[in-house]
């Protein structure tokens, strides 16, 4: 989802994958040399994301039909096939920045994850009208996961812009058993959150450190309460940095109670 237009829309999705290169924006890739051979998605998408995604993560580039329209540039870290299948929504940087968690995740529970890039956002590209869908990424994402991947439990997790719109599509019906706001801006698009308590399913958690700043840690705190789900603080860092160690790459506490979440153990 980009910063502008409101959302509304049905329920189908498809799945491309990416048999052939794709070109990259925003994530800092070089194109090409004239005459060379454009390398598959997947090895393209490791270069991108370089340290983001560990070299020994189980990595599948797809594309995802939204569900309202647009494509979306996905990956899968993780098995194939899995009972428990984390979405996960990545913060305006986009969806390297997942990676660590997604590797430890598989490796440590099992957990398959789809990291999606909100249109606008990496190679996703859609119109405004399918942008304004809240369930656009996050019903094509959990389709998948329901039909393709086995997936008997979906958990929908963002950070930061990602939390935001976790919390929107939550409220506006998204398919999934848990959800996870890490981080997120208190208002996105438009949408205040706090608006949307009463909307939200009681299956969540709120992260949210104070060096985000007093009013921020507050809006969190109030939304959490507001919704009657657990409201989690961090100690210093926003995002990502919240859930694996920016420096030894080691998983949180509070990335180990995100495994718990998708796992179904809410309060591990």
């Not at 999705?13 to 290169?21: D, F, H, N, Q, S």
């Not at 968690?101 to 529970?109: D, G, I, L, M």
């Not at 369930?135 to 935001?164: I, P, Q, Y």
């Not at 210093?236 to 180990?256: A, F, I, K, N």
Request: with cysteine; net charge negative; charged share 20%.
């Amino acid at each position: 989802m980009q910063m502008t237009g409101g959302r509304g829309g049905a329920w189908s999705a498809a799945l491309v994958l990416l048999l052939t290169g794709c070109s990259s924006s925003g994530e800092g890739a070089e194109d090409p040399s004239p005459g060379a051979s454009a390398p598959d998605a997947t090895s393209a998408l490791r270069e991108r994301c370089l340290s983001a995604i560990p070299d020994d993560a189980d990595l599948e580039a797809v594309t995802l039909r939204g569900d309202t329209g647009g494509d979306l540039e996905a990956a899968r870290i993780g098995p194939g096939e899995s009972t428990t299948v984390a979405v996960l929504l990545p913060q305006i940087s986009g969806l390297c920045g997942w990676g660590r968690w997604a590797t430890a995740a598989a490796k440590v529970a099992g957990i398959t994850s789809l990291l999606v890039n909100p249109c606008g956002y990496g190679e996703s590209v859609c119109t405004a009208e399918e942008d304004a869908d809240p369930l656009n990424e996050v019903a094509a994402a959990t389709r998948l996961a329901r039909e393709d991947l086995g997936a008997d439990r979906v958990v929908l997790l963002g950070t930061s812009m990602g939390g935001s719109l976790t919390v929107i599509a939550v409220a506006a019906g998204a398919d999934v058993d848990a959800w996870a706001d890490v981080s997120g801006p208190s208002s996105w698009d438009g949408v205040r959150l706090a608006t949307l308590a009463n909307e939200l399913t009681p299956d969540g958690l709120v992260v949210m450190a104070p060096s985000d700043g007093r009013a921020a840690f507050a809006d969190a705190r109030a939304l959490a309460r507001a919704a009657r789900v657990p409201f989690l603080p961090g100690r210093s860092g926003h995002g990502w940095e919240l859930l694996v160690d920016p420096v030894s790459g080691s998983v949180t506490r509070l990335g180990r109670r995100l495994v718990g979440l998708a796992e179904g153990r809410p309060g591990a």
